[in-house]
Every structure is written in structure tokens, then in C-alpha cells.
């Protein structure tokens, strides 16, 4: 194995902060893998997969065919890019800032800039899954049959844990960046 040697010094951030434990990696890992079933599930719809709705459901929920082409797949982009920003929480570019960033690159993270727009997002993604989660019997309860409506909740279920492992990752970076050594 060889490795890469740099005339450039390694930023105070990135030696000062301890690595996370291999379980909030893991943990951090595991949030965009969470995300990906209903990911998937969207796309699946987008592309034409029978996944139990109607024609008359897919164009007026959903606008297929039509915008539906293009929001779906934004929607899923989004949701994924948001859950890979978790990684943010375990890795060097979340001590500092890429060099290819106008303005912050190669600058060091603050702490409170990485940890207050995660922790709210922790918040809201575990209270916005739970509501859903509360009223799922009335969510397209008429436009799905069981087996369709089984495999949806069962892509959709994973988003439950996303919030709470996003607060558990965040809560670790925050106490790794107020020791640093």
C-alpha cells in the first residue's frame, strides 16, 4: 500500500479532531442506504414500473406523464444528495471545507455551521416520517391494493430511522469537534 505524500500541511481542523468511532460510521453510512428504497420506489414509478396505481392516479398525483418526468427524479436527487451529506459528519471535507468550494474552500467547518442546519434537519426528517407514519392508513388507502401498498410502506418505512441516526451523527461530530485534542 502506498501512500500520498503532499507538500502541503494537513489543517489544524483535521489534526485536532478525533476520528469518529467506527459505529458512527457505519451509522453514517447507513443513511443514504436508508434513503434508497424509496428512492427507488419513485423511480420505479417514474420509468414505468406497475406499482399498483392507476393511469388516472399516476397523471393527477403524480403528473405522469408530464412535470412528473422531470420532479420525481429532482425529488430523488435531492433526497439523496441530502442523505450523502451525512457523510459529511464522519469525513475530513466536514472539518474542512474542499478547496473547489468558491469563498470557504479549504477553509475549516466551524462547528455550529455543520451542526445546526444537521441537527434541525435531524429534527424535522424524525418529526415530518413519524406524522406520516401516523396517518399512513389514510395515505392512498383507495389507490393501492394490499401487495402494493405492503411493498410502499415496506420502501418507505426505512425513512423512520433517518432522522434519529442523523441526530446520533451529529450529536458524535459535535462532541468530537468540543474535544478536540
Known amino acids: 500500500m502506498t501512500t500520498e505524500v503532499t507538500d502541503e500541511p494537513r489543517p489544524m481542523a483535521v489534526l ?26 419513485r423511480l420505479a414509478m ?8 392507476s393511469d388516472a392516479v399516476l397523471r393527477d398525483d403524480y403528473g405522469l406523464p408530464g412535470s412528473g418526468y422531470l420532479v420525481l427524479p429532482l425529488i430523488t436527487l435531492f433526497q439523496e444528495l441530502a442523505a450523502l451529506l451525512t457523510l459529511g459528519l464522519v469525513s475530513n471535507w466536514g472539518l474542512v471545507a474542499p478547496r473547489w468550494l468558491p469563498f470557504i474552500g479549504g477553509r475549516p467547518v466551524r462547528t455550529w455551521a455543520a451542526v445546526a442546519p444537521a441537527a434541525l434537519g435531524a429534527v424535522i426528517l424524525t418529526v415530518v416520517t413519524i406524522s406520516q407514519y401516523l396517518v399512513w392508513d ?19 418505512a426505512p425513512l423512520l430511522l433517518w432522522g434519529p441516526l442523523l441526530g446520533v451523527v451529529t450529536v458524535s461530530y459535535y462532541l468530537r469537534r468540543r474535544r478536540q485534542r
Open 16 to 41: 485536532s479532531t478525533p476520528p469518529p468511532s467506527r459505529l458512527i460510521r457505519w451509522t453514517a453510512h447507513a443513511v443514504p442506504l436508508i434513503a434508497l428504497p424509496s428512492s427507488l420506489w
Open 46 to 53: 417514474t420509468v414505468g414500473v406497475p406499482v399498483g396505481y
Open 138 to 156: 389514510e395515505v392512498d388507502s383507495g389507490s393501492l391494493d394490499a401487495t402494493h401498498r405492503a411493498l410502499m410502506g415496506w420502501c418507505y
